[in-house]
């Protein structure tokens, strides 16, 4: 019995330097950031710019004023995001909890429901409505 109670007297000084040289490493926190472009020079110009990195995704929107979104994701912290935050970009892990977002989304705010390359569920819709009336589909 003497024996194992100065094993166990000793055990923690003897894994103590092992417990000590570990590291904690933060995994880094990412955040999609939605920059608006008038027109598809804007947007390939972004997509060239990107040069082939799968986190840069150009999408359509139904906004007239603005019908193409280039879609990055990025270091939360690092970068200096755009003045123009016309779009709101919200991250989802699950699917159920997009959908239900992108329905509760008023279509005046033209929603996009995206998933990502990283596994992860985007909603992108415009920060405010568009003021411009709506066009007629048929002319009277």
Not at 13 to 21: E, I, K, Q, R
Not at 105 to 119: C, Q
Request: aromatic share 10%; glycine share 4%; proline share 9%.
């Amino acid at each position: 019995m003497p024996r194992l109670s100065r094993f166990l007297l000793a055990a923690p000084f003897l894994f103590a330097p092992a417990l000590l040289a570990q590291t904690a490493e933060s995994v880094p926190i990412y955040r999609w950031v939605a920059t608006p472009c008038e027109n598809w020079g804007c947007a390939i110009a972004a997509l060239a710019a990107a040069n082939g990195d799968p986190y840069v995704i150009v999408l359509p929107s139904k906004s007239t004023e603005r019908p193409w979104v280039v879609l990055r994701r990025v270091l939360a912290g690092v970068m200096v995001y755009p003045q123009d935050d016309t779009y709101v970009v919200e991250y989802f892990s699950a699917i159920g909890e997009a959908s239900a977002r992108f329905a509760s989304v008023d279509s005046a705010r033209y929603p996009i429901l995206v998933t990502t390359v990283d596994g992860g569920m985007i909603v992108i819709c415009l920060r405010n409505p568009q003021q411009s009336p709506r066009r007629r589909a048929v002319a009277h």
